[in-house]
């Protein structure tokens, strides 16, 4: 590559780097520091109060976001709904992709915009119609100067952006001050620093769960509860990290016709099944997913708890993930969060890719990145 070809790279990229260690693998492992300062991150305590306040006055309470954000809205909500239920209040948060939001704005209640950078447009203008249709707006995200922030009434700032355009931190930080708002919400919780540091401990396992499922041409990923959460992020990482074609599935789902459409070897799956909250029939479903992707001869991985896990069939290669079993809603997503980025990581070895720039290292893809960003008229 000539210095020529590098004219395109600027600040706005992450650091680009000839091979391994990429800023994405860094950036997985920085995570281990962001559970405490998020946990005390001015903002989260008003923000759970204007949740009470709308869930009380039975209005609206939503969470949008786009890509990375949107899966970190999905978790936020979740993490809000199990709250609210827990401080015996009726009221049920949704999940807006944002240019649902922006199109059709729920009137009054609040509006909570997960943005990274807060540059989002889809999100910004979602918030600035949940605004003008009597919302109360919230953003969490690292940077208190940005437009979503304007445009917001409250803001919980976190501490680490993320350096690689496959986002890491973006999803973990989201997940970890969903946590934060809901415990000013019922009250407790665990301390979160650990579900990080034992998937992070996984990480020769999951490299080998990488290699059972390397080769595929698809890769699809089925989940329930929260591992649908982790699935779809996942589904997202594989695409952009290790640019192999693939599919987040509901768990039920995958045994309705979807099948049809695997041809053994050239498909892998990916079952996740750390919430543990879905029980006895749950693991039924797994079991029996797990058996038939089995017969039509795909490679099969599952990361969870031993629970979960213990009825799967031989062949299925397993991840137990240590504390899973019993673990509360937000450890359950933080497992997923770094299990599915080391995942992600390991894939991108085999493939031979560099995570961090999501293909924008090749001129089509930066001209469409361009095409679809920049107009004028958005």
């Known amino acids: 590559m000539t210095a020529a070809d590098l004219s395109w790279h600027g600040p706005g990229f992450p650091e ?6 990429w800023v994405m693998e860094e950036m997985i492992e920085a995570q281990t520091r962001l559970a405490g300062p998020i946990a005390g991150a001015p903002g989260a305590e008003a923000i759970a109060n204007a949740v009470l306040a709308a869930a009380r006055a039975g209005e609206p309470i939503v969470v949008t976001g786009c890509g990375t954000s949107e899966h970190g809205a999905l978790a936020v909500t979740a993490l809000l709904d199990e709250a609210l239920r827990a401080a015996g209040v009726s009221a049920r948060p949704e999940t807006r992709q944002s240019l649902d939001a922006a199109l059709d704005p729920r009137a009054g209640g609040i509006c909570i915009g997960i943005s990274h950078d807060g540059t989002t447009r889809a999100t910004i203008l979602a918030q600035r ?15 208190d100067d940005s437009p979503l922030a ?42 979160l620093g650990a579900p990080i540091a034992g998937a992070l401990a996984q990480r020769p396992r999951i490299a080998e769960l990488a290699a059972h499922i390397h080769g595929a041409s698809r890769i699809i990923i089925a989940g329930l509860g929260a591992d649908l959460v982790t699935a779809r992020e996942l589904h997202l990482k594989i695409e952009e990290g290790a640019r192999i074609p693939s599919t987040a599935l509901h768990l039920e789902s995958l045994l309705h016709g979807h099948l049809a459409g695997c041809d053994g070897e050239a498909t892998g799956l990916i079952l996740f099944a750390a919430d543990p909250r879905p029980g006895a029939l749950r693991d039924l ?13 795909i490679p099969t991985v599952a990361i969870g708890g031993a629970t979960a896990l213990g009825g799967l069939p031989g062949g299925v290669e397993q991840l137990v993930v240590p504390g899973t ?35 924008r290292e090749q001129q089509p893809y930066r001209e469409a990145a361009a095409a679809a960003g920049n107009r004028a008229d958005w």
Do not use: K
């Open 285 to 297: 479903r797994l079991a029996g997913a797990a058996s038939a992707a089995s017969i039509v001869g």
């Open 150 to 191: 304007q445009a917001s009434d409250h803001v919980m700032v976190t501490p680490l952006r993320d350096g690689s355009f496959c986002h890491t931190v973006a999803y973990t930080s989201a997940i970890l001050a969903g946590a934060a708002v809901a415990r000013h919400i019922a009250g407790g919780g665990a301390e």
């Open 325 to 359: 079993d019993g673990a509360e809603l937000a450890g359950a997503l933080l497992t997923g969060a770094v299990a599915l980025q080391l995942l992600t990581l390991e894939l991108a070895h085999l493939a031979g890719s560099n995570p961090d720039l999501i293909r």
């Open 129 to 143: 119609a949940a605004h003008e249709a009597g919302a109360v707006t919230a953003m969490v995200g690292v940077r």
């Open 16 to 21: 680009l780097r000839d091979g391994p260690p």
